[in-house]
């Protein structure tokens, strides 16, 4: 008698270990995967800029900062902070102010992330929010995904890296 229960609860143990693990190794597949670009690219003629920084001076310092001398393409879209982050990021954000998303293609590395393990952080793909009142930079991050459906935010643009 004493053997079946041990041997129920050992089951029971292993069914839900299997479960979680299951989830947790599931849990990156059901995120919403870019799709290609559907709309040709607008080259930006005019670019917003504050005190004398535009919005390419922003993108090609942050890229250099990121060991990226040289971006391979910088695009962004006007749009709202809670619409951008949400595409960009995957998150929500306290405030919905108007914004520029700016995202550029290259190799970058932050040296200067904050992890757990203290490693830098790499990707292809660098993103970042820029407030449209004053040019601060509310949201930052790297990875690997394309990101092509900055379309269904607004019109975007193109700048000339």
């Keep these: 008698m004493k053997r ?15 479960a979680a693990t299951l989830v ?8 919403r995967v870019p799709k290609a670009e559907a709309a040709p690219i607008e080259i930006a003629t005019t670019l917003p800029s504050w005190k004398g ?23 962004f879209v006007e749009t709202t902070r809670q ?12 405030s919905d102010n108007a914004c520029y998303a700016v995202v550029l293609h290259g190799n970058f590395v932050d040296t ?3 992890t757990p393990d203290g490693r830098s952080i790499y990707g292809t793909t660098m993103t970042f929010i820029v407030r449209s009142s004053d040019g601060a930079m509310t949201d930052f991050g790297l990875n690997d995904l394309p990101y092509a459906d900055l379309d269904t935010l607004g019109t975007v643009k193109a700048i000339a890296p």
Excluded: Y
Aim: charged share 25%; net charge positive.
């Design 83 to 94: 619409k951008a982050a949400k595409l960009l990021h995957g998150a929500r954000v306290d």
């Design 4 to 18: 079946r229960r041990v041997l129920g609860s050992l089951a029971v143990m292993c069914a839900v270990l299997v």
């Design 53 to 75: 920084t535009s919005l390419r001076d922003m993108a090609v310092k942050w890229a250099a900062l990121c060991g990226e001398e040289h971006p391979t393409d910088i695009r």
């Design 24 to 31: 947790f190794v599931n849990a990156g597949r059901f995120q």
């Design 112 to 114: 200067k992330a904050f």
